[in-house]
């Protein structure tokens, strides 16, 4: 299982079959299948803000907790946004953390790269929102491609509960998109404290909820009375909302950036 990131999307333009929109593929995955579980290991496997926030309702952690446990911080390249890389195991096959007896033990919250599989997503902004590109990742271990099960692009996409994820997840490739563009258009960058206030409201909402409730930050965006409450009190309206001041404060409120030295 492999997971594309947009710097790399070209490389997986050469390298797999690009499905068109709607274009059919034959794959099913199950306990029946004689690798199940084979592809869970020696993954290098990014989790977006949207993929965390859903691990971490199967583990129940705090975000802190959750970090420390399961994944290194480091930084979307180039950019310096923090983006989480999920530690494997220290055994000898590198399994999954999450992996149990060959099955996946988050399933329900599985990262948006596990349910995308057998296909690989790449995206990048375009003229009239995000566009995408969908690729069918054929390794040589998988032998989910013998099932006899028919889908479509968006069939998979819908099964695989993949609508709020990729929705997310395009957030986060726009604001990252956008967050470079600045760069090279001002010579400009994000500071350590910066990028620290990235990753509170990307990738712990719980401890940015708790942040809100004491600053004034709220008041830089014209919210309803109700939107000002989900924020404080649902993860994903959270999140959203971090989305939301980020991308104000990149492209509207350029102090906050520091020249570059
Ligand atoms: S069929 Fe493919 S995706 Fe399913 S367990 Fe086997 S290797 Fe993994
Ligand atoms: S999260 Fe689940 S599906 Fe994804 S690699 Fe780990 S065990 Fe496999």
New binding site residues.
């Given amino acids: ?1 492999t997971q594309p990131d947009n710097d790399k999307s070209q490389q997986f333009l050469d390298e797999h079959e690009e499905l068109a929109p709607g274009q059919g593929f034959q794959f ?2 199950h306990s029946g ?1 004689p ?6 290991s020696a993954l290098n496997l990014m989790l977006t803000p949207y993929d965390a926030l859903r691990l971490r309702r199967s583990t129940g952690q705090t975000s802190r907790d959750f970090v420390h446990e399961y994944a290194d911080m480091t930084a979307v390249p180039g950019v310096g946004l923090p983006l989480l890389h999920l530690h494997m195991q220290d055994t000898l096959d590198k399994r999954c953390p999450f992996s149990r007896n060959n099955a996946c033990s988050v399933y329900e919250n599985r990262p948006s790269a596990c349910r995308t ?2 296909l690989g997503r790449a995206t990048r902004p375009g003229p009239e929102g995000v566009l995408e590109q969908l690729f069918v990742l054929r ?1 040589a ?4 491609f013998e ?1 006899a099960s028919q889908w479509n692009t968006a069939t998979w996409m819908t099964d695989q509960g993949l609508g709020a994820y990729n929705a997310a997840n395009d957030r986060f490739m726009t604001l990252a998109a956008d967050l470079r563009q600045f760069e090279q258009e001002t010579g400009r960058h994000m500071d350590a404290r910066q990028a620290g206030m990235s990753g509170l409201a990307l990738y712990q909402p719980d401890d940015f909820q708790r942040f809100l409730v004491g600053s004034h930050l709220m008041d830089r965006l014209e919210m309803t009375e109700a939107r000002r409450e989900d924020v404080l009190h649902d993860e994903e309206a959270c999140l959203d909302f971090g989305f939301d001041w980020l991308e104000l404060s990149i492209m509207g409120h350029t102090d906050h950036l520091q020249p570059k030295a």
Avoid at 35 to 40: K, V
Avoid at 141 to 144: L, R, T, Y
Wanted: proline residues 6%.
């Fill in positions: 299982m099913a995955c299948v690798c199940f579980g084979a592809c869970c599989y057998p390794e271990h998988c032998k989910g099932q």
